[in-house]
């Protein structure tokens, strides 16, 4: 697809340079969509600085930064007014570290990526942001270990198990995995989630039911509690429907809580359980059911999967997938920022898409097509993504 060609700036929207800056006049040269090309014009010696984000601009050369109108500015280009200084006849697109430029250590965003993905969506062609950090079921990327867990989440669900555990460290995809499972269930099953629950005994049962969406009478005891899910229980089997509960973040679960769980999962018809558990957590989850205290637990769980990293290969595909899924090429990473995006995040898919996310940022910055392995590194460098511990050697190779 053709990019859509500049033309005219006919937008009325204003051009205000910052108060901090040093720009004496301005003016709209062009425009393409919502981005716009600005001539800027600045007095003397002093170094001229963007009206827009912040980010240096040398005699000559133009960059890319974010405007915090409706409008974005795609390039500055700058004319000295000094007499002393000759006005440069030329100007370049300006790249990260090159002669003369941006100075090590100084972000080349400087608070122009607030925008997001407004930056490059139009530059790039994208109909939507390929690298978002909410779970998105309809942009799972189907690599091995998804492919499993989702299956051993979906066995679990047909075959009326009264537990199935999925655990993965932070960021591996195992809520996309839930969610697209979560998709696929009719109104056979009714469904709640519990998210970050703590306590023990009583404060467990206490998290199932107001999930369930039940209303017991203030300060009610655990007897009373456990009979108004049991009576629960009963109505939605004789009316066709069974129950799942989904507890998320369930490695911060007490040894205490997940027993009361397990007494849960007793409550059946005789031949069926009325009660299912999908408990969702980290690697601590795994560890701690395979504690001797906790052999019973253990021995209920019928289905488990624990979802590793992507490796090196499968990062690629995942990247090409996204960039596609969004309505862009997926060919815009080139191989070796590809290879230096999987070392980086060691193939975790949340850490992917935060670095993508800001490597797409600058290469539409810097007009950058392919996005390069420089440009990754420049991301790094700059302090921008930031990644938290990461455990070496865990990726599925």
Same mark, same amino acid.
């Given at each position: 697809?053709?990019?859509?060609?500049?033309?005219?700036?006919?937008? !009325?929207?204003?051009?205000? &340079?910052?108060?901090?800056?040093?720009?004496?006049?301005?003016?709209?040269?062009?425009?393409?969509?919502?981005?716009?090309?600005?001539?800027?014009?600045?007095?003397?010696?002093?170094?001229?600085?963007?009206?827009?984000?912040?980010? $240096?601009?040398?005699? %000559?050369?133009?960059?890319?930064?974010?405007?915090? *109108?409706?409008?974005?500015?795609? &390039?500055?280009?700058?004319?000295?007014?000094?007499?002393?200084?000759?006005?440069?006849?030329? *100007?370049?697109?300006?790249?990260?570290?090159?002669?003369?430029?941006?100075?090590?250590?100084?972000?080349?965003?400087?608070?122009?990526? #607030?925008?997001?993905?407004?930056?490059?969506?139009? =530059?790039?062609? =994208?109909?939507?942001?390929? =690298?978002?950090?909410?779970?998105?079921? @309809?942009?799972?990327?189907?690599?091995?270990?998804?492919?499993a867990a989702f299956?051993?989440?979906?066995?679990?669900?047909?075959?009326?198990?009264?537990i199935t555990v999925?655990? %993965?460290?932070?960021?591996?995809?195992?809520? *996309? #995995?839930?969610?697209?499972?979560?998709?696929?269930? @009719?109104?056979? !099953?009714?469904?709640?989630?519990?998210?970050?629950?703590?306590?023990?005994?009583?404060?467990?049962?206490?998290?199932?039911?107001?999930?369930?969406?039940?209303?017991?009478?203030?300060?009610? $005891?655990?007897?009373?509690?456990?009979?108004?899910?049991? $009576?629960?229980? +009963?109505?939605?089997?004789?009316?066709?429907?069974? #129950?799942?509960?989904?507890?998320?973040? &369930?490695?911060?679960? !007490? +040894?205490?809580?997940?027993?009361?769980?397990?007494?849960? !999962?007793?409550?059946?018809?005789?031949?069926?359980?009325?009660?299912?558990?999908?408990?969702?957590?980290?690697?601590?989850?795994?560890?701690?059911?395979?504690?001797?205290?906790?052999?019973?637990?253990?021995?209920?769980? +019928?289905?488990?999967?624990?979802?590793?990293?992507? $490796?090196?290969?499968?990062?690629?595909?995942?990247?090409? =997938?996204?960039?596609?899924?969004? %309505?862009?090429?997926? @060919?815009? /990473?080139?191989?070796?920022?590809?290879?230096?995006?999987?070392?980086?995040?060691? %193939?975790?898919?949340?850490?992917?898409?935060?670095?993508?996310?800001?490597?797409?940022?600058?290469?539409?910055?810097?007009?950058?097509?392919?996005?390069?392995?420089?440009?990754?590194?420049?991301v790094v460098d700059?302090?921008?993504?930031?990644?938290? /511990?990461?455990?070496?050697?865990?990726?599925?190779?």
């Open positions: 697809m053709a990019p859509t060609p500049w033309r005219a700036a006919t937008s !009325t929207v204003s051009v205000t &340079a910052y108060p901090s800056t040093n720009v004496v006049s301005h003016r709209l040269v062009a425009q393409r969509g919502p981005w716009v090309k600005v001539f800027l014009e600045c007095p003397g010696r002093k170094p001229a600085r963007a009206a827009f984000g912040g980010t $240096d601009v040398h005699e %000559g050369g133009s960059c890319r930064v974010a405007s915090r *109108t409706s409008l974005h500015v795609e &390039a500055c280009y700058i004319q000295r007014l000094s007499r002393s200084l000759r006005p440069s006849s030329t *100007t370049h697109r300006r790249r990260p570290n090159a002669g003369g430029g941006r100075r090590a250590g100084d972000p080349i965003l400087r608070g122009a990526h #607030v925008l997001g993905g407004d930056i490059y969506q139009g =530059f790039y062609g =994208f109909s939507e942001r390929p =690298f978002t950090l909410l779970p998105d079921p @309809d942009a799972l990327y189907w690599a091995d270990g998804h492919t299956t051993v989440l979906e066995y679990g669900i047909v075959s009326r198990a009264p999925l655990t %993965g460290e932070i960021g591996v995809g195992k809520t *996309t #995995v839930l969610r697209k499972l979560l998709e696929q269930l @009719d109104e056979s !099953t009714t469904v709640a989630l519990v998210s970050n629950a703590q306590g023990g005994r009583a404060e467990m049962l206490r998290w199932i039911t107001n999930a369930l969406g039940l209303r017991p009478e203030p300060g009610a $005891d655990y007897v009373s509690l456990f009979q108004g899910l049991q $009576d629960f229980l +009963v109505e939605e089997y004789a009316a066709g429907r069974f #129950v799942t509960v989904i507890i998320d973040e &369930a490695q911060n679960l !007490t +040894v205490e809580a997940l027993e009361e769980l397990r007494m849960l !999962t007793n409550i059946n018809s005789g031949k069926d359980e009325l009660l299912q558990l999908i408990l969702v957590g980290q690697s601590e989850l795994r560890n701690r059911i395979m504690r001797p205290e906790l052999q019973q637990f253990a021995q209920r769980i +019928v289905a488990a999967y624990h979802l590793l990293p992507l $490796d090196h290969a499968a990062t690629a595909a995942y990247v090409r =997938f996204r960039l596609a899924h969004a %309505g862009g090429r997926a @060919d815009l /990473f080139s191989d070796s920022a590809l290879q230096e995006i999987s070392r980086l995040t060691a %193939g975790v898919p949340r850490l992917i898409n935060k670095l993508c996310e800001f490597c797409l940022v600058y290469g539409a910055i810097n007009e950058e097509d392919p996005v390069t392995m420089e440009t990754v590194r420049q700059d302090g921008i993504f930031v990644t938290g /511990f990461i455990e070496s050697g865990k990726a599925a190779e």
